[in-house]
């Protein structure tokens, strides 16, 4: 069986209650803008465009936050698994 490479992963350690905060708006701001943009699509393209948002604004707020506040990434721990 051939193998394929290592498996990379990326953990993060978060404040339950900051992590909780974030999603929701995340999630909300997600939804918000599926239902003012994107009205004329299909519901499962709806979804996933509003999962591509939410994952986005995920990432993106999470950054940023850790950048500009320095508060909510307690620890990052990087591996590698063969």
Do not use: K, Y
């Not at 992590?19 to 996933?48: C, E, K, M, P």
């Not at 707020?61 to 721990?77: I, K």
């Amino acid at each position: 069986m051939r193998t394929l490479g290592p498996l990379w992963a990326l953990a993060l350690t978060l404040d339950r209650n900051l992590l909780l905060a974030l999603l929701a708006v995340n999630a909300a701001t997600a939804v918000g803008t599926d239902l003012l943009i994107f009205r004329d699509r299909r519901r499962v393209d709806r979804a996933l465009i509003a999962l591509g948002v939410f994952c986005a604004l995920s990432i993106a707020s999470l950054g940023a936050l850790h950048v500009f506040a320095r508060t909510p990434v307690r620890e990052v721990q990087f591996f590698a698994v063969e």
